[in-house]
């Protein structure tokens, strides 16, 4: 994918789900598509899906099976110099009539094509309603191209769907619950039943439904036999709704692929501003868009190929070949030092200007709720100041979320400067922050004329501080503890949806850290071992009758043995206090019968994975802390699922419905 935090986030490399298959899933159900189609044929590209689709092919294979040519799906005309014409898009209103437009062009120049629409991930009425509402309906073979699940990484896979949170919460389009639905559904015919479905908030509760409802496995891959018992890989489907913590996206990631994302914005694995990425670019390009940029780069090598030794081999070939692959080992890693010593340089600077300071001061006083009357007197400095409006508005929903609203005549006076100074046509923007379902900026007191599922929304931050362990002290004595604590990522702060996670498949990661107790109590085992080998030569014992987990240099892992998935038990009443509906299902298999606890409690040999399903998107540092949390145990690893990846400003982006370059250069008096 791209770059891990070397110091804190490296994936699990050894997880049982392979994460290729999905990509030849991807690129099989691809292939299908076009040979569907006899012939050389024109593809038109919806620019939405390059950077998705340069992460599972390449332009070689889209030519092996007839693409003649490529453009993007833009208005305007379109020529090609094929009989058949293919679409590929999203089922987007704007697409669909910019296809219309080219059949009907086509028409008065008599023109004879053929023209096929694949739509992306499935057929949508939508679509044909309009398409004969333009009387073209009767040109056009719709179909559908089943794009799912995109390896980001070994242990990170996305649906790459850029406008979940606008979606969900402010059009009302459940559509990507389906979607999700059909993309989980694929993991379980691939690898059995998920033993159990754990998740928190209301759309977490409609997609478990959905999985365990019948109707929804009408669509998609063959069945297979793992698809009616429980998995033996898989331990249990952990869904977190992204409104059960909305706070940790609108704070400033403070990780290195966090970093990058903040100030130079990673979209599809890939950072602007290099060379072509794997599709290229069509033979039409927007001027502001990219088929799919450069990756970012990755610090993991290559698998390499294994040169054996036979009586058939020349030695010295051999030989050649060796230093060859090591040159090109030297210069992919020569250049992936380069690049990251080049982004360090971008990032360096971006860090050390007052507004990025500033903004890190106001977010952590509001964390610790200190003197929030103050945060929101800043807050309205940064907009006289001229702040971009994605930090004011990030600033202004934290404030609300964590102080449980902000004063109705303090919120009134700052949403009128942002009104006055950035531009009326962000009254839309303002509204749908402010309305259910998403109601993250309120005032407070609340009025007595406020909807009851605004006020059930209200979010009850303080308590979740406390019993969650959220907020590490900073103090000289509390350092150890935010080094060695999903806290890191944060300076101080563990984010709300890993404790979750945490609550489910780490309970004592919650309450104190278990792994630096566990490498404690590894030392002093391994000083006991130690004196009886000086003793009598007799090996000591370590944890469950085993020796101390260490490393390859003899130093204990601080690792603990991963405990059973048990659902959110022990913690059922600070779960109840955050909104949203709480799940806990334990599948069956095709008897029908519930599973015995046996069967649920897996042995402690054997490695499982526990799935962490985001629906409305995952930020960098949660995928930062997930991974800290999978190295700190022994038996589980984790498997990071997700619509797309986000963070506060690209949040506010799908709210807003304005390009990202639009809003984030808002000024005031420049709109």
Not at 390 to 417: D, H
Not at 426 to 438: D, R
Not at 485 to 511: E, H, M, N, T, W
């Amino acid at each position: 994918m791209s770059i891990n935090d070397q110091s804190h986030s490296q994936p699990n490399n050894d997880l049982p789900i392979d994460v290729d298959l999905l990509k030849d899933i991807a690129k099989k159900s691809l292939v299908d598509a076009l040979n569907s189609v006899n012939g050389a044929k024109t593809l038109v590209l919806d620019a939405s899906l390059a950077g998705p689709l340069g992460l599972v092919t390449e332009v070689a294979l889209l030519k092996h099976h007839g693409v003649d040519k490529m453009f993007w799906l833009e208005p305007g005309p379109l020529t090609a110099t094929t009989s058949n014409i293919v679409y590929l898009s999203r089922p987007h209103i704007k697409n669909v009539k910019i296809i219309a437009d080219h059949i009907k062009r086509h028409a008065r120049e008599s023109a004879t094509h053929t023209y096929t629409l694949f739509l992306v991930p499935r057929i949508s009425t939508l679509v044909s309603r309009i398409l004969e509402e333009e009387a073209v309906l009767g040109d056009i073979t719709i179909s559908s191209y089943n794009l799912q699940w995109i390896p980001l990484a070994d242990d990170v896979i996305s649906l790459e769907n850029e406008s979940t949170v606008r979606q969900l919460w402010v059009d009302g389009d459940e559509s990507v619950i389906f979607d999700s639905a059909q993309a989980l559904l694929t993991l379980q015919r691939l690898h059995g039943l998920f033993p159990r479905i754990v998740g928190k908030g209301d759309y977490a509760a409609r997609l478990a439904t959905l999985l365990t409802s019948s109707k929804a496995s009408s669509n998609g891959p063959t069945s297979t036999a793992n698809s009616h018992s429980p998995s033996e890989t898989v331990d249990s489907l952990i869904i977190l709704d992204r409104r059960v913590d909305m706070i940790t996206p609108f704070l400033t990631q403070l990780t290195y692929e966090g970093l990058i994302d903040e100030v130079i914005g990673i979209k599809n694995s890939y950072a602007p501003g290099t060379t072509p990425g794997a599709l290229g670019a069509p033979n039409s390009a927007p001027p502001s868009t990219s088929a799919a940029p450069a990756p970012v780069a990755t610090l993991k090598k290559e698998n390499k190929k294994k040169h054996l030794l036979t009586t058939t081999t020349d030695p010295l070939k051999e030989a050649q070949h060796g230093r060859e692959e090591v040159d090109e080992d030297y210069k992919a890693e020569h250049q992936a030092l380069r690049l990251h010593t080049g982004l360090s340089e971008l990032l360096v600077p971006a860090t050390r200007t007052d507004l990025f300071n500033k903004s890190l001061e106001i977010q952590q006083n509001l964390l610790a709720s200190y003197e929030v009357s103050a945060q929101v007197a800043a807050i309205e400095d940064l907009v006289c100041q001229g702040a971009d409006m994605q930090t004011i508005l990030r600033l202004l929903c934290l404030a609300s979320i964590t102080a449980g609203g902000i004063k109705a005549k303090s919120l009134e006076n700052i949403k009128r400067e942002i009104l006055q100074s950035y531009g009326y046509n962000f009254l839309p923007l303002l509204l749908s922050l402010s309305a259910p379902p998403l109601a993250i900026l309120l005032p407070t007191p609340l009025p007595a004329s406020t909807p009851p599922e605004v006020v059930a929304l209200k979010y009850p931050f303080a308590g979740l501080r406390k019993s969650l362990r959220l907020l590490i002290d900073d103090n000289p004595e509390a350092l150890d503890e935010v080094e060695n604590d999903i806290s890191f990522v944060y300076s101080g702060y563990a984010p709300i949806s890993v404790r979750l996670v945490q609550c489910v498949a780490q309970k004592g990661g919650v309450i104190s850290n278990p792994a630096e107790k566990e490498k404690d109590k590894d030392k002093g085992k391994g000083k006991d071992k130690d004196k009886g080998k000086a003793k009598d030569g007799a090996s000591g014992e370590g944890p469950e009758g085993g020796d101390p987990a260490v490393d390859a240099g003899g130093l204990p892992t601080g690792k603990v043995q991963a405990h059973p998935i048990v659902g959110w038990k022990g913690f059922e009443d600070v779960v109840a206090t955050i909104p949203g509906e709480t799940v806990d299902i334990i599948q069956s298999g095709s008897g029908g019968g519930v599973p015995s606890p046996a069967s649920l409690l897996r042995p402690h040999e054997q490695t499982t994975t526990t799935i962490v399903f985001f629906l409305g998107g995952v930020t960098y540092t949660e995928i930062a802390a997930l991974r800290w949390v999978g190295r700190q145990n022994r038996g589980r690893k984790f498997m990071i699922a997700t619509t797309g990846i986000v963070s506060g400003s690209s949040i506010i982006d799908s709210i807003s419905g304005l390009s990202a370059t639009k809003l984030a250069g808002a000024k005031p008096g420049g709109i």
